[in-house]
C-alpha cells in the first residue's frame, strides 16, 4: 500500500529560477543625481541663486562701472566671482545629502556598488557646473551689450575663447574641490565650513606667510591651490604655471579624494 501511495503521488515541481535584474543603467543614476540637486529647497535655491546673482551682478557694473571699463570682461567676473563661490557648495551638497538626510540606506541598498553611485555625482555635478558657466557668461555678455547701449560706449569683447575656457577649468576645478570636502567630511555644516575656512581664511594667512618668510614666498605656487589657480584668470598660463597648478592639485585635491573614496566605501552607512 506504501509503496502504491508513492508511486502514485505526483512529482514534485521544481521551483522557477528568478529572474536576475539588469543593473540600473548609468544614465540612469545620472538623471536620478541631477534631479536630487532640484529636489531639496537648498538645493533648488542654490542653482537659482546662480542666475539671480549674475543678474544683479550684471546690474551692478551697468550702474557702477565707469565709461572706460564698460569692456566684456567686468561683466564676466562680475559674473563668475559669485558663481565661483556658490558651485562648489552644490558640488559639497550633492555628496553630504547621502548622510545628511540619510537617503543613503535607499541609493546604496539599490545600487550596492558605490563606485557608480559616486561616479554618477561627479558627472552631475560637472554636469551643472559645465551648463551653468555658460548660462552665466552669456547673462553677463547679454548684460554688456544693454550697458554698452545705455551709456552709449563702442562694445569691446575683449574675453576671448582661450580665457573663457580656462574660467571654465578653474570653476571646474572648484567644483572638484568641493566634491572632495563633501567626500572627505560627508556632512553638509561641516564641509561647508571647511570650505570657507580654505577659500576665505586660508589665502591671507599664506599671503602674510610668503611676504614674511622667503622660503614660502618660492613655495607658494606649488603648495597653495588657490594660488595656483589664479593664474587660469590671468591673460595667459605659461608651462611652469601649468606645473603648479598640477603638483597643487595633486596636494589639495587628488591626494584627499583618493583617501576620501577609500573612507566612504567602506564606511558604515546609518
Known amino acids: 500500500m506504501t509503496t502504491t501511495a508513492a508511486l502514485s503521488a505526483p512529482p514534485t515541481a521544481h521551483p522557477t529560477p528568478r529572474p ?34 549674475a543678474v544683479l551682478a550684471t546690474v ?32 559639497i551638497l550633492s555628496v553630504t ?12 541598498t539599490l545600487v550596492p556598488q558605490r563606485n557608480r553611485v559616486i561616479a ?16 552665466a557668461l552669456a547673462v553677463g555678455a547679454l548684460g554688456y551689450v544693454v550697458g554698452a547701449a545705455i551709456n552709449g560706449t563702442p562694445q569691446v569683447w575683449d574675453l576671448g575663447v582661450e580665457r573663457m575656457l580656462l574660467i571654465v577649468l578653474a570653476n571646474v576645478l572648484g567644483i572638484a574641490f568641493g ?13 561647508i565650513v571647511g570650505y570657507f575656512v580654505y577659500s576665505l581664511a586660508l589665502p591671507p594667512i599664506l599671503l602674510l606667510l610668503a611676504e614674511f618668510q622667503g622660503w614660502f614666498a618660492d613655495l607658494q605656487p606649488w603648495v597653495d591651490f588657490n ?41 558604515e552607512v546609518k
Open 97 to 108: 545629502s547621502e548622510w545628511s538626510q540619510r537617503s543613503g540606506l535607499t541609493s546604496f
Open 227 to 267: 594660488y595656483a589657480q589664479t593664474a587660469l584668470f590671468g591673460p595667459g598660463v605659461d608651462g611652469e604655471q601649468w606645473a603648479n597648478l598640477a603638483t597643487a592639485s595633486l596636494i589639495w585635491l587628488v591626494l584627499p579624494l583618493t583617501v576620501g573614496l577609500f573612507l566612504l566605501r567602506r564606511s
Open 120 to 135: 554618477a555625482k561627479v558627472i552631475a555635478t560637472v554636469v551643472v557646473g559645465v551648463v551653468s558657466i555658460p548660462l
Open 179 to 191: 566634491f572632495m570636502l563633501g567626500v572627505v567630511i560627508r556632512n553638509s555644516p561641516g564641509a
Open 20 to 53: 536576475t535584474p539588469r543593473p540600473i543603467p548609468t544614465a540612469r543614476l545620472v538623471k536620478v543625481e541631477l534631479r536630487k540637486m532640484f529636489d531639496t529647497r537648498s538645493g533648488f535655491w542654490m542653482l537659482m541663486s546662480i542666475g539671480i546673482l
Open 60 to 91: 551692478a557694473v551697468i550702474i557702477f562701472a565707469p565709461d572706460r571699463a564698460m569692456t566684456y570682461e567686468p561683466f564676466a567676473t562680475a559674473v563668475g566671482f559669485p558663481m565661483a563661490i556658490i558651485l562648489p557648495m552644490i558640488a
